[in-house]
């Protein structure tokens, strides 16, 4: 079991109100496993993925990333674990305006220690996978929306992560930009064996994971 979660729960708090965003969550993710979620917006999808990925604290219960309760461990060790464990993509590209692409590709890597020569070339291999090798020296002022978006994704499976947490990865791209990052999060997970959890509002990207879940109100229904 690769993702434990038991219970998960995170309030908000606005004045005398509170708003539950996930409610009572209990989800096991296997290694390898492609899950997605979809739902209405505002039904807590996003916020779910913050809190598998160590991101928000939740206000009860626990969640477990290879068998550590990660809120269980100090701020740099959990800062090491999501970066030696989890590739995120967000639903912007959160590239560092100030580096090249080549630098952002690079930085998860020298975070984690990595050898500089293979970091460069699994750095190489992953932009030709999306198309934007020739662009390894721009700056992201210099890239469209959707090349931005490509070397977000091609980044976060930089330190072969053993998951992967996608909040609507191709929610403004175009077709073919699409098509290609979904091959791309299908071909890591059938051949480095990275889980995947999507979280999509394309019931068409949904289909195409192994396990489907919605969720509704802040609870996580299982659908196939």
Same mark, same amino acid.
């Given at each position: 079991?690769l993702?434990?979660?038991?219970?998960?729960?995170?309030?908000?708090?606005?004045?005398d109100?509170?708003?539950?965003?996930?409610?009572n969550?209990?989800?096991?993710?296997?290694?390898? &496993?492609?899950?997605?979620?979809?739902?209405? +917006?505002g +039904? !807590?999808?996003?916020?779910?993925?913050s809190?598998?990925?160590?991101?928000?604290?939740?206000?009860?219960?626990?969640?477990?990333?290879?068998?550590?309760?990660?809120w *269980?461990l !100090?701020?740099?060790?959990l800062?090491?674990?999501?970066?030696?464990?989890?590739?995120?993509?967000?639903?912007? +590209?959160?590239?560092?305006?100030?580096? +090249?692409?080549?630098?952002?590709?690079?930085?998860?890597?020298?975070?984690?220690?990595?050898?500089?020569?293979?970091? &460069?070339?699994?750095?190489?291999?992953?932009?030709e996978?999306v198309g934007?090798?020739h662009?390894?020296?721009?700056?992201?002022?210099?890239?469209?929306?959707?090349?931005?978006?490509?070397?977000?994704?091609?980044?976060?499976?930089?330190?072969?992560?053993?998951?992967?947490?996608?909040?609507?990865?191709?929610?403004?791209?175009?077709?073919?930009? *699409?098509?290609?990052?979904?091959?791309?999060?299908r071909?890591?997970?059938?051949? *480095?064996?990275?889980?995947?959890?999507?979280?999509?509002?394309?019931?068409?990207l949904?289909?195409?994971?192994?396990r489907r879940l919605?969720?509704?109100?802040?609870r996580?229904? &299982?659908? !196939?």
């Open positions: 079991m993702v434990s979660v038991n219970n998960l729960t995170k309030i908000y708090r606005l004045g109100y509170e708003v539950y965003a996930v409610r969550v209990f989800l096991n993710i296997d290694r390898g &496993e492609f899950v997605a979620v979809t739902g209405h +917006s +039904s !807590g999808k996003s916020t779910l993925l809190l598998i990925g160590g991101l928000s604290k939740p206000t009860v219960g626990r969640v477990k990333i290879d068998g550590v309760d990660i *269980e !100090g701020d740099e060790e800062s090491a674990l999501r970066n030696r464990k989890i590739g995120f993509m967000f639903q912007f +590209s959160s590239l560092l305006p100030t580096l +090249s692409v080549r630098q952002n590709m690079l930085l998860p890597a020298s975070l984690a220690g990595a050898d500089e020569r293979e970091a &460069e070339a699994r750095a190489r291999e992953l932009l996978q934007m090798e662009r390894m020296h721009a700056y992201p002022w210099q890239l469209s929306g959707g090349e931005q978006r490509r070397v977000a994704v091609a980044r976060a499976f930089m330190n072969h992560p053993e998951l992967i947490l996608a909040d609507e990865p191709t929610g403004d791209l175009d077709e073919d930009s *699409e098509a290609l990052v979904m091959r791309m999060l071909r890591m997970n059938r051949e *480095e064996g990275t889980a995947v959890l999507l979280v999509t509002h394309s019931r068409e949904a289909e195409q994971a192994e919605v969720m509704r109100r802040g996580l229904l &299982e659908v !196939g």
